[in-house]
């Protein structure tokens, strides 16, 4: 097997005249050059996380790496980057995303970006799905992501009366999934919480529009593990990343998903609750979706104008969002007779008593003196 080229982001954009946000979001460009921002990105160890790490580096930015406590150790996440600062953290206790938080502005003098990388799912059927699985995805996803943003919302509110017309005083890349847009059988509650996250998501962007918040959700299809790629001065292995001072981290694929044994009503070939498990399976390494072009359209979306609230990564995501809603619109146009009934005619009882009530006022306002002479011109005629 032929082992892919060492590409940089800054090679990867020349190669690709596609991969840039449209133009109406005023992405960065020669003609709109960046400014350097510091980002502060949870889950950096898995590897959608870690090669948005390299392109915000890559980039000239700084960035506050933050690895999964109980899977990484300091060690690990030392010695990356002269710009990174390598940091743990348990998105589940608040105690430990404010410290992380707080290091972050120590070390860089602020904070402009946060994104939430971190994830946690079982791999089986509603019914296998015991209290403990329930909890942890719900703890880690989403009271995961609502404690960084209530711990990191105070310091934005902050710089927004700092800011100059038409800055941004902050901005959220949440990173959610396609299952938060359709159920995938087999991981049911972990489509509830990134459903809840986006729900969090969308209502949040009310309450934080005035202060020049911005927010986004992004939603990735499959993503392939098609390192190496990343920063040119450094050297990283397919499975694990090498720091500057020689040691590994050993990153796990598909490391954030527990594959639960199913019990017997679920143990067939077909089951639809195995259907992720036999996905993931068949997938392997032939995910169509690259991690690293995604990350450097996440970099680009950190650095826009104009972000939208969704940004889906890839054509299963496109495809398959597209196709949830196509299904949603075509069924509430079979189902809408039951509240909009039809008298005969094609005409609504609704629609004839409006007309009559409109019909009494023409005449009420026809009782001047020009309403007399259109009726005697009616007559006449």
Request: net charge negative; charged share 25%.
């Amino acid at each position: 097997m032929t082992t892919p080229p060492v590409l940089s982001p800054t090679t990867l954009l020349a190669n690709n005249p596609r991969l840039h946000l449209p133009a109406a979001t005023s992405p960065p460009s020669d003609t709109n050059p960046p400014a350097q921002k510091t980002w502060l990105i949870f889950g950096a160890t898995g590897h959608i996380g870690r090669s948005l790490v390299k392109a915000a580096l890559s980039h000239g930015d700084n960035v506050a790496a933050v690895g999964r406590t109980m899977e990484n150790s300091m060690k690990q996440m030392q010695g990356w980057h002269e710009r990174c600062l390598g940091l743990l953290c348990d998105v589940r206790v608040r105690e430990t995303v404010k410290q992380a938080v707080d290091d972050c502005i120590a070390r860089f003098g602020g904070l402009d970006i946060v994104v939430n990388c971190s994830g946690y799912g079982v791999i089986a059927s509603c019914e296998d799905q015991d209290t403990c699985d329930l909890r942890s995805q719900f703890e880690t996803n989403f009271l995961g992501t609502l404690n960084i943003i209530q711990l990191t919302l105070p310091y934005f509110r902050e710089q927004s009366a700092k800011r100059k017309e038409g800055e941004n005083a902050g901005r959220y890349l949440i990173f959610s999934s396609t299952s938060g847009a359709l159920g995938v059988p087999g991981l049911g509650p972990y489509c509830a919480t990134k459903y809840a996250t986006e729900g969090l998501i969308e209502s949040m962007l009310y309450e934080i529009d005035a202060f020049g918040i911005k927010a986004t959700l992004v939603e990735p299809g499959h993503m392939r593990l098609d390192e190496p790629t990343g920063l040119d001065d450094q050297t990283f292995g397919e499975l694990g990343l090498e720091g500057q001072d020689g040691h590994k981290i050993n990153l796990k694929k598909y490391g954030h998903f527990f594959v639960k044994k199913p019990s017997a009503p679920y143990d067939t070939q077909t089951a639809p609750s195995g259907h992720a498990r036999r996905v993931v399976q068949w997938l392997a390494d032939r995910q169509p979706t690259s991690a690293v072009k995604s990350a450097e359209l996440v970099w680009q979306l950190g650095h826009c104008k104009y972000p939208p609230l969704r940004l889906l990564l890839g054509m299963y995501a496109i495809e398959s969002v597209r196709d949830r809603l196509r299904s949603i619109i075509e069924e509430i146009e079979d189902w809408k007779h039951l509240h909009f009934p039809v008298a005969e005619g094609g005409k609504g009882e609704k629609d004839d008593e409006m007309k009559d009530e409109e019909g009494e006022e023409e005449d009420v306002e026809m009782g001047g003196e020009e309403g007399k002479q259109e009726e005697g011109e009616e007559v006449e005629a």
